[in-house]
Protein backbone atom coordinates (compact mmCIF):
# COMPACT_ATOMS: atom_id res chain seq x y z
CA UNK A 1 0.00 0.00 0.00
CA UNK A 2 2.67 2.91 0.80
CA UNK A 3 4.63 2.05 -2.50
CA UNK A 4 1.61 2.08 -4.18
CA UNK A 5 1.06 6.10 -3.18
CA UNK A 6 0.53 9.27 -5.03
CA UNK A 7 0.56 12.18 -3.23
CA UNK A 8 0.06 15.51 -4.56
CA UNK A 9 3.29 16.39 -4.10
CA UNK A 10 4.47 13.68 -6.94
CA UNK A 11 2.08 14.59 -9.21
CA UNK A 12 3.05 17.99 -9.58
CA UNK A 13 6.86 16.86 -9.84
CA UNK A 14 5.55 14.48 -12.96
CA UNK A 15 3.54 17.69 -14.09
CA UNK A 16 6.08 19.85 -14.04
CA UNK A 17 8.33 17.34 -15.97
CA UNK A 18 5.27 16.87 -18.14
CA UNK A 19 4.63 20.53 -19.20
CA UNK A 20 9.06 20.85 -19.49
CA UNK A 21 9.31 18.19 -21.88
CA UNK A 22 6.34 19.70 -23.97
CA UNK A 23 7.89 22.94 -23.87
CA UNK A 24 11.14 22.09 -25.11
CA UNK A 25 9.32 19.94 -27.42
CA UNK A 26 7.53 23.20 -28.80
CA UNK A 27 10.97 25.00 -28.86
CA UNK A 28 11.99 22.47 -31.40
CA UNK A 29 9.30 22.89 -33.51
CA UNK A 30 9.70 26.02 -33.39
CA UNK A 31 13.06 26.48 -34.58
CA UNK A 32 12.31 23.70 -37.58
CA UNK A 33 9.13 26.16 -38.29
CA UNK A 34 10.92 29.29 -38.81
CA UNK A 35 13.38 27.47 -41.26
CA UNK A 36 16.45 28.33 -38.88
CA UNK A 37 18.81 31.27 -40.98
CA UNK A 38 17.39 33.40 -42.71
CA UNK A 39 17.12 32.20 -46.96
CA UNK A 40 18.54 33.87 -49.61
CA UNK A 41 15.74 36.00 -50.23
CA UNK A 42 13.69 38.31 -47.46
CA UNK A 43 10.50 39.80 -49.23
CA UNK A 44 9.20 43.11 -48.51
CA UNK A 45 6.68 45.45 -49.57
CA UNK A 46 7.23 49.27 -49.48
CA UNK A 47 3.71 51.39 -49.45
CA UNK A 48 3.99 55.23 -50.44
CA UNK A 49 1.17 56.68 -49.22
CA UNK A 50 1.59 59.87 -51.14
CA UNK A 51 0.77 57.79 -54.28
CA UNK A 52 -2.72 55.79 -52.42
CA UNK A 53 -6.15 57.20 -53.84
CA UNK A 54 -7.87 54.59 -51.74
CA UNK A 55 -9.63 53.23 -55.00
CA UNK A 56 -8.95 49.76 -53.09
CA UNK A 57 -8.13 47.83 -56.50
CA UNK A 58 -5.24 46.35 -54.33
CA UNK A 59 -8.31 44.41 -52.40
CA UNK A 60 -10.24 43.29 -55.59
CA UNK A 61 -7.28 41.49 -57.07
CA UNK A 62 -6.13 40.01 -53.51
CA UNK A 63 -9.96 38.72 -53.15
CA UNK A 64 -9.78 37.33 -56.99
CA UNK A 65 -6.46 35.71 -57.05
CA UNK A 66 -6.76 34.60 -53.43
CA UNK A 67 -10.81 33.48 -53.88
CA UNK A 68 -11.10 34.83 -50.80
CA UNK A 69 -15.18 35.57 -49.43
CA UNK A 70 -16.25 38.75 -51.15
CA UNK A 71 -17.82 39.36 -47.17
CA UNK A 72 -13.68 38.91 -46.16
CA UNK A 73 -10.68 41.07 -46.52
CA UNK A 74 -7.24 40.30 -46.52
CA UNK A 75 -5.72 43.53 -48.02
CA UNK A 76 -7.37 46.81 -46.00
CA UNK A 77 -7.45 50.23 -46.57
CA UNK A 78 -8.19 52.42 -43.61
CA UNK A 79 -8.80 56.19 -43.90
CA UNK A 80 -5.84 57.86 -42.10
CA UNK A 81 -6.52 61.56 -41.52
CA UNK A 82 -5.55 64.32 -43.93
CA UNK A 83 -2.81 66.09 -45.19
CA UNK A 84 -3.80 69.89 -46.49
CA UNK A 85 -6.63 68.96 -47.18
CA UNK A 86 -6.55 65.71 -49.09
CA UNK A 87 -7.30 62.16 -47.61
CA UNK A 88 -4.55 59.91 -46.58
CA UNK A 89 -4.76 56.12 -46.65
CA UNK A 90 -2.85 53.51 -44.96
CA UNK A 91 -3.21 49.96 -47.00
CA UNK A 92 -2.85 47.28 -44.69
CA UNK A 93 -2.02 43.66 -45.08
CA UNK A 94 -0.41 41.27 -43.15
CA UNK A 95 2.89 42.46 -42.27
CA UNK A 96 4.98 39.86 -42.19
CA UNK A 97 6.90 40.40 -38.30
CA UNK A 98 10.07 39.06 -38.14
CA UNK A 99 8.68 38.69 -34.63
CA UNK A 100 5.43 37.66 -35.23
CA UNK A 101 2.94 37.47 -32.05
CA UNK A 102 0.65 34.96 -34.02
CA UNK A 103 3.60 32.15 -34.52
CA UNK A 104 4.46 32.36 -30.91
CA UNK A 105 0.41 31.59 -29.26
CA UNK A 106 -0.10 28.83 -32.06
CA UNK A 107 -0.41 26.22 -30.00
CA UNK A 108 -0.20 23.55 -32.91
CA UNK A 109 2.96 25.35 -35.46
CA UNK A 110 -0.08 26.32 -37.94
CA UNK A 111 1.11 29.75 -38.34
CA UNK A 112 4.91 29.49 -39.08
CA UNK A 113 7.93 31.85 -40.20
CA UNK A 114 9.52 30.68 -44.39
CA UNK A 115 13.25 31.14 -44.46
CA UNK A 116 12.08 33.92 -46.73
CA UNK A 117 10.61 36.06 -44.20
CA UNK A 118 6.89 35.72 -45.59
CA UNK A 119 4.30 34.29 -42.56
CA UNK A 120 2.63 31.34 -43.07
CA UNK A 121 -0.44 29.48 -42.26
CA UNK A 122 -0.65 25.65 -42.61
CA UNK A 123 -4.68 25.57 -42.53
CA UNK A 124 -4.80 21.18 -42.50
CA UNK A 125 -3.04 21.91 -38.52
CA UNK A 126 -5.11 25.08 -37.97
CA UNK A 127 -7.82 24.27 -35.25
CA UNK A 128 -9.59 27.32 -34.75
CA UNK A 129 -8.61 28.85 -31.85
CA UNK A 130 -8.30 32.34 -33.00
CA UNK A 131 -5.07 32.56 -30.72
CA UNK A 132 -3.18 34.37 -33.86
CA UNK A 133 -5.87 36.65 -34.44
CA UNK A 134 -6.00 37.80 -30.83
CA UNK A 135 -2.53 38.03 -30.71
CA UNK A 136 -1.53 40.22 -33.78
CA UNK A 137 -1.71 43.83 -33.61
CA UNK A 138 -2.69 44.79 -36.89
CA UNK A 139 -6.09 42.78 -36.92
CA UNK A 140 -4.52 40.95 -40.07
CA UNK A 141 -6.14 38.19 -39.56
CA UNK A 142 -10.17 37.51 -40.22
CA UNK A 143 -12.01 34.08 -39.28
CA UNK A 144 -13.74 32.26 -41.75
CA UNK A 145 -17.02 31.96 -40.10
CA UNK A 146 -18.65 30.22 -43.21
CA UNK A 147 -17.49 27.80 -46.30
CA UNK A 148 -17.61 30.10 -49.39
CA UNK A 149 -19.88 28.23 -51.82
CA UNK A 150 -20.26 29.95 -55.26
CA UNK A 151 -18.83 31.82 -57.95
CA UNK A 152 -16.09 34.85 -56.73
CA UNK A 153 -17.75 37.97 -57.48
CA UNK A 154 -14.20 39.53 -58.57
CA UNK A 155 -13.36 36.61 -60.67
CA UNK A 156 -12.47 36.82 -63.71
CA UNK A 157 -12.55 40.85 -63.66
CA UNK A 158 -9.58 40.88 -60.95
CA UNK A 159 -7.63 37.92 -61.69
CA UNK A 160 -8.62 34.26 -61.34
CA UNK A 161 -8.13 31.67 -58.30
CA UNK A 162 -4.44 30.50 -57.94
CA UNK A 163 -4.68 29.12 -54.20
CA UNK A 164 -7.43 26.69 -52.68
CA UNK A 165 -10.09 27.96 -50.68
CA UNK A 166 -9.71 27.61 -47.09
CA UNK A 167 -11.97 25.13 -44.92
CA UNK A 168 -14.77 27.19 -42.87
CA UNK A 169 -13.46 27.26 -39.24
CA UNK A 170 -9.84 29.03 -39.67
CA UNK A 171 -8.31 32.46 -39.31
CA UNK A 172 -6.82 33.73 -42.84
CA UNK A 173 -4.44 36.21 -43.93
CA UNK A 174 -2.40 37.87 -46.37
CA UNK A 175 0.67 35.56 -47.86
CA UNK A 176 2.21 37.62 -50.30
CA UNK A 177 0.85 35.99 -52.67
CA UNK A 178 3.71 33.40 -52.20
CA UNK A 179 2.22 31.28 -55.07
CA UNK A 180 2.95 33.89 -57.44
CA UNK A 181 6.87 34.53 -56.05
CA UNK A 182 7.38 30.68 -55.96
CA UNK A 183 5.91 30.04 -59.52
CA UNK A 184 8.09 33.13 -60.53
CA UNK A 185 11.19 32.33 -59.35
CA UNK A 186 10.64 28.74 -60.91
CA UNK A 187 10.36 30.25 -64.54
CA UNK A 188 13.36 32.44 -63.78
CA UNK A 189 11.11 35.76 -62.96
CA UNK A 190 11.82 38.46 -60.42
CA UNK A 191 9.03 39.10 -57.89
CA UNK A 192 8.76 42.60 -57.62
CA UNK A 193 9.79 43.09 -61.29
CA UNK A 194 8.26 40.75 -63.08
CA UNK A 195 4.39 40.91 -63.19
CA UNK A 196 3.48 37.41 -62.98
CA UNK A 197 5.76 37.21 -60.29
CA UNK A 198 5.04 39.77 -58.38
CA UNK A 199 1.90 40.21 -55.23
CA UNK A 200 -1.94 40.35 -56.99
CA UNK A 201 -1.99 43.37 -55.08
CA UNK A 202 1.30 45.68 -55.97
CA UNK A 203 0.75 44.94 -59.89
CA UNK A 204 -3.40 45.44 -59.44
CA UNK A 205 -2.23 49.38 -57.84
CA UNK A 206 -2.97 52.21 -60.90
CA UNK A 207 -0.45 54.92 -59.36
CA UNK A 208 2.21 52.15 -58.14
CA UNK A 209 1.65 52.88 -54.64
CA UNK A 210 3.17 49.81 -53.85
CA UNK A 211 6.46 48.03 -54.19
CA UNK A 212 7.85 45.08 -53.70
CA UNK A 213 11.06 43.10 -54.13
CA UNK A 214 14.27 41.03 -52.07
CA UNK A 215 15.38 43.54 -49.23
CA UNK A 216 18.43 41.24 -49.51
CA UNK A 217 18.89 42.64 -52.59
CA UNK A 218 20.89 46.06 -52.52
CA UNK A 219 19.54 46.56 -56.38
CA UNK A 220 15.84 45.78 -55.84
CA UNK A 221 13.65 49.03 -55.46
CA UNK A 222 12.63 48.47 -52.24
CA UNK A 223 16.18 48.69 -50.92
CA UNK A 224 16.90 51.76 -53.60
CA UNK A 225 13.54 53.49 -52.36
CA UNK A 226 14.29 52.68 -48.18
CA UNK A 227 17.58 53.94 -48.81
CA UNK A 228 16.84 57.19 -50.50
CA UNK A 229 13.11 58.40 -48.46
CA UNK A 230 12.47 58.36 -44.99
CA UNK A 231 10.08 55.26 -44.13
CA UNK A 232 8.11 53.66 -40.80
CA UNK A 233 6.48 51.03 -39.79
CA UNK A 234 3.35 50.19 -37.72
CA UNK A 235 4.03 49.53 -34.32
CA UNK A 236 7.82 49.15 -34.24
CA UNK A 237 7.41 50.08 -30.29
CA UNK A 238 6.16 46.23 -29.81
CA UNK A 239 9.79 44.72 -31.63
CA UNK A 240 7.44 42.90 -34.46
CA UNK A 241 9.80 44.09 -37.42
CA UNK A 242 7.30 44.04 -40.27
CA UNK A 243 8.42 43.41 -43.12
CA UNK A 244 6.00 46.36 -44.83
CA UNK A 245 7.37 50.07 -44.93
CA UNK A 246 5.42 53.17 -45.03
CA UNK A 247 6.42 56.22 -47.38
CA UNK A 248 4.74 59.30 -44.99
CA UNK A 249 3.53 62.22 -47.52
CA UNK A 250 5.55 64.62 -47.91
CA UNK A 251 4.30 68.56 -47.06
CA UNK A 252 1.49 68.72 -50.30
CA UNK A 253 2.86 65.94 -52.31
CA UNK A 254 -0.28 63.81 -52.17
CA UNK A 255 -2.48 61.93 -55.41
CA UNK A 256 -5.64 63.04 -54.81
CA UNK A 257 -8.46 60.23 -54.84
Excluded at 24 to 40: N, P, T, W
Aim: proline share 7%; aromatic share 8%; with cysteine.
Amino acid sequence: MTQNKFNRRDFIKLSAVGLAAAAGARLIEEVQASGGEKGKHQWVMVIDQSKCTGCEQCSLACNANNDINPAMRWNKVLKDGTVKGNQVYVPRPCMQCENAPCVEVCPVGASYYRDDGIVMMDYEKCIGCRYCQVACPYDARVFNWESFEGENPYVPEWGDPEVERRPRGVPEKCSFCYQRIDRGLELGLVPGEDPAATPACVVACPTGARIFGDLNDPNSKVSQVLRENPSYRLRENLGTKPRVYYLPVKDNVITEG
